[in-house]
C-alpha cells in the first residue's frame, strides 16, 4: 500500500530534511527540526505525490488516504490530549501548503481549523479566556470563508471594521468575547449570503474542504504566476501540512513571529526578526498590523522589542538560532509562536534574502568554517547579481522627502503612482516606469510587483508579504510607510501636506526607506568588497572564459570593470548608425556606382580605425573578436523622402532613381536575405574596408602599448565551406598589403559564426577553413525554430503557459534542438581541428541555465552583455563544480 502521510513530532517522526520532495519543504523541515529535538507541535504532512494524483484524477483522491490521515491524526490526538471534533477538549489544527521550493505567501492556509458552535465552548472552558476562543473562531470563519469558499476577503474586513467603528475600538485585540461573538454571527450571514450554504460545522467536512484549498491553491493564477517567474514545474506538486495549533492570542504572555538567523537585507550576522504579542501567525506576514522587533538593540524608545517583553522565550530563540544555523549551515526563515511563554516552532527554511546579503552571508559563512568556499560558491544564484548592478541615489541631488517606511528591499526606483496592480501593468506595457502603491499587498498583486520598479505600502514590516516577495524578485520596496494615506477610491497618496495621484512622480530608497517627491537621479552602484571575494572565488575554480559583447568605449569600459576577459562579440554595424557616418552608409549602399561606392568607403574607414584602436586600448592585449558587417540591409536604407533626398544631393542622382534602387533592396524577409558574408561577397570592398581598418588599428595600439594586440576577425552567416574560403582569402589579402605597407608583422586569427543550421551539421568541413567557431544562438535559434525573435513575443509565452516549451528559447537555450546543433557543431569541428576555439556570442552566454550547457559540451567561453558578465562568471563557476560533482558520481 502505498504511503500517503508521514507524521513528525510529538517523537513519531517518519520524516527528514532529505525528503524534500516528497514532503514539501516546510514539512521536511518540521520533520527534521522534531529529529533534532525542537519544540515543533504535532502533526502529519501529506505527500505531494497526492497533489500529483489528485489532478491526474481528476481532483479526486487515493482510496487509501482516508484511513491514513486518520491514523495520523488519533497520534496527534494521542500526543495533545485533545480529540478533534471534541466538544470538551477540542484539538484545533493548521492546514498549511509546503511545496519543494519556498513560495512565500502564494498558498492558502486555514488555521483554527476544528471550530464550531460547540468545540468554541469548549475552548473557552479549557483555555479559560473565553474573548481569546471567539477571536479564534472568527479569524477560522474569515480563512476559512476566503479561502475554501471563496467568499472575498474585504467582506470580512468590512464587517470588522464596521464592527470597530460601532464599538469606538481602534484595534483587534480592544474587542471583547461578546464583540467577537456578534462578528461571528455576522460572518456567518456573509457566507449563508455569498454561497447559499450554511458554514460547515462538522470538522472532518472542514478539514477536507482545507485540504481540497490547498491542492487547489497550487493551480490558482498567483502560484501559476510565481512558478513562472522562478522556473518551478508545475509537476512538483505542493504538500499540505496538517498541525496541531498552539496559540499566540491567548494574552499578553503569548506572542507570534517571523525572524531571520541573519538579516536578509544586509547580510549582517545578527537576529533580525519581528513578533506581534497576542496575534496569530497571519497578523505578522500579512501586514495587519506593524510589529516589534526581536531585539532591544535594535527598538526604538517607543517600541515594546521581545527581548524584554517575552524574555525566557526569547533566550530560548537565541539558542535555537545557533542550533539551526550549525544544522542547515545556511540563513534560516523561522516562524514561532509563544503559548504561555512557551516556545513552539512552526517552520523553518533557508531564508529568502537580497543579492547583497547573499553575498555577505555565503562569505562569512565560509569565513566561519560553517560552509567551504565552493560552498559559498553555489550559494549565490547568479541572476540575483543583477540586483547589485542597478543605480543608486546620486547623495548630491536635491530631494523633498516625503516619508520614511522600513527599508524592507534595497537599491533605488523611481516611477509613476499606481495604486493597483492591474494598473502597473497597463502603464509598464506603454514603456512607463511604475511604482506600486498599497495599503498592504498579497498574493494577487504579484503580477503587479514583478511588473513595477518598485513597491511602497503603507502597512506591514521587514516579514511582511511586501518585503519578502519584493526582496525576492529584486525589487525595490518600503514597507510600513505609516504616515502616508491612500485612497484606493480617490485614487491619491497623502502625506504632510501633499497629495499625489496616480501617475504622479515619487522616487524610492529601498536602502534606507524613504520616500521622496518626485525623481531624483541616481548613479551606478558601488560593488562591495564581498563581490570581489566571490568572484575572485568563482574565477579560481571556473573553466570558461567570460568575454563581453561591446562595439562602444563605454560598454568595452563597463565590460572589463565587470571582470570581462575580452570581447567575444563586437557587432560593427552598430557602428554605423551616428549622424556623422549613417549618409556615408547609406551612399555606399544606394550607389550602383563603383567610384562612388569607394568614396564612401574612404570616408568609413577612418572611423571604423578609430573605433577598433578605442576597443583593442580598452582591453589592453586581451582578445576583440570583430564581427565583419552583417545588417539586415533594410536598417540602413534611407526611410522618409527627406532622407531620400539627402542621399541623392550627396550621390549627385535623382530621387526618383534612388527610389527605384531603395525599393529593388527591400527585402521580404530581410534577416533571411542579403546580409553576413552574403554582402560581403557581393561588395567585397565593404569587408576589404573593415579589414584594413582592423589591421591598421592593430599595429597602432600594439605600437603605442608595446603589447602584441591580437585581433580576431569573424566571418558572420557561413553556411558553406566556400562562402568562408572565398571571403578569407579576401581578408588575407587586406591583411598582406597592409602589413607589407607598413613593413609589420601581425599575429590574428579569422573564424566564423556559426548561426545557420547547416553550419552546424557541416561544422567538421568549415573548421578547416576557420581558426575559431561563435556559435550565434540568437539567430541559430530563429533559423532552428523557424521564429523570428522581433515578432514571436505575442505567442510565445502561451507555449510556455500551456508547457509546449520549457522556457523562451531566446532567454534559456533549446537543449534538445538548438543545443543539439551546437553539440554538433563542437564534435564535428574539434573533429577536423581538435585544439579549434569554440565560444558562444548569442544573449544566452549571460544565463546561467544556458551555461551550464555550454561547460557541459566543452566551449571556451561565453560572451554577453557587458552587464550579465558578473553573472557568467559565476554561473560558469557553479556550472564548473556541478561537473567536477557529477564526473566523481560517474
Known sequence: MTKWIYSFGAGHNEGNAGMRNLLGGKGANLAEMANIGLPVPPGFTITTEVCSAFYENGRAYPAELESQIEDAMGRVEKAMGLRFGDANAPLLVSVRSGARVSMPGMMDTVLNLGLNDETVEGLVRSSGDARF????????????????????????????????????????????????????????????????????????????????????????????????????????????????????????????????????????????????????GEDVVAGIRTPQPMSAERATPDQNPMEKALPQAYQEMLKVRELLERHYKDMQDIEFTVQSNKLYLLQTRNGKRTAAAALRIAIDMAREGLITQE????????????????????????????????????????????????????????????????????????????????????????????????????????????????????????????????????????????????????????????????????????????????????????????????????????????????????????????????????????????????????????????????????????????????????????VDALRARRSALSEANPMLGHRGCRLGISYPEIYAMQVRAITEAALAVSKEAGKAVIPEIMIPLVGTKAELDLVRKACESVIADVLKEQNAELTYTIGTMIELPRAAITADQIAESADFFSFGTNDLTQTTLGLSRDDAGSFLPAYVEKGLLPQDPFISIDREGVGALVRMGVEKGRATKPDLKLGICGEHGGDPLSISFFEEVGLDYVSCSPFRVPVARLASAQAALAARRNAVKA
Open 375 to 654: 560552498d559559498a560558491i553555489t550559494r549565490v544564484p547568479p541572476s540575483s547579481l543583477d540586483q547589485l548592478l542597478h543605480p543608486v541615489l546620486d547623495p548630491k541631488a536635491e530631494r523633498t522627502q516625503l516619508a520614511r517606511g522600513l527599508p524592507a528591499s534595497p537599491g533605488a526606483a523611481t516611477g509613476v503612482i499606481a495604486f493597483s496592480a492591474e494598473d502597473v501593468e497597463d502603464r509598464a506595457a506603454k514603456g512607463e516606469d511604475v511604482i506600486l502603491v498599497r495599503i498592504e499587498t498579497s498574493p494577487e498583486d504579484v503580477h503587479g510587483m514583478h511588473a513595477a520598479r518598485g513597491v511602497l505600502t503603507t502597512r506591514g514590516g521587514m516579514t511582511s508579504h511586501a518585503a519578502v516577495v519584493a526582496r525576492g524578485m529584486g525589487r525595490v520596496c518600503v514597507a510600513g510607510a505609516g504616515s502616508i494615506a491612500v485612497d484606493y477610491k480617490a485614487q491619491t497618496l497623502s502625506v504632510g501636506g501633499h497629495t499625489l495621484k496616480a501617475g504622479d512622480w515619487i522616487t524610492l530608497d529601498g536602502g534606507t526607506g524613504a520616500v521622496y517627491l518626485g525623481r531624483v537621479p541616481t548613479i551606478p552602484p558601488s560593488l562591495s568588497g564581498d563581490f570581489s571575494t566571490l568572484m575572485g572565488w568563482a574565477d579560481s575554480v571556473r573553466r570558461l572564459g567570460i568575454r563581453a559583447n561591446a562595439e562602444t568605449p563605454e560598454d568595452a569600459e563597463t565590460a572589463r570593470r565587470f571582470g570581462a576577459e575580452g570581447i567575444g562579440l563586437c557587432r560593427t554595424e552598430h557602428m554605423f548608425f551616428g549622424p556623422d557616418r549613417i549618409g556615408h552608409v547609406r551612399q555606399m549602399i544606394m550607389t550602383e556606382e563603383p567610384e562612388a561606392r569607394a568614396r564612401a568607403i574612404g570616408a568609413l574607414l577612418p572611423f571604423q580605425r578609430d573605433d577598433f584602436s578605442a576597443l583593442f586600448r580598452i582591453m589592453a592585449g586581451l582578445p576583440v573578436t570583430i564581427r565583419l558587417l552583417d545588417p539586415p540591409l533594410h536598417e540602413f536604407l534611407p526611410h522618409g523622402e527627406a532622407e531620400l533626398k539627402d542621399v541623392a544631393a550627396a550621390l549627385g542622382q535623382s
Open 133 to 280: 476562543a471567539w477571536d479564534s473562531y472568527r479569524r477560522f470563519i474569515q480563512m476559512y470563508g476566503s479561502v475554501v469558499l471563496g467568499v472575498p476577503h474585504h467582506r470580512f474586513e468590512d464587517i470588522l471594521e464596521q464592527a470597530k467603528r460601532e464599538l469606538g475600538k481602534e484595534d483587534d485585540t480592544a474587542l471583547s468575547a461578546e464583540d467577537w461573538q456578534l462578528v461571528v454571527k455576522d460572518y456567518k450571514s456573509i457566507v449563508q449570503n455569498e454561497t447559499g450554504k450554511p458554514f460547515p460545522e462538522n470538522p472532518k467536512d472542514q478539514l477536507w474542504g482545507a485540504i481540497g484549498a490547498v491542492f487547489g491553491s497550487w493551480m490558482n493564477p498567483r502560484a501559476n504566476t510565481y512558478r513562472k517567474l522562478h522556473d518551478i514545474p508545475a509537476s512538483w506538486g505542493t504538500a499540505v501540512n496538517v498541525q496541531s495549533m498552539v496559540f499566540g492570542n491567548m494574552g499578553d504572555d503569548c506572542a507570534t513571529g517571523v525572524c531571520f538567523t541573519r538579516d536578509p537585507s544586509t547580510g549582517e550576522n545578527i537576529f533580525y526578526g519581528e513578533y506581534l504579542i497576542n496575534a496569530q
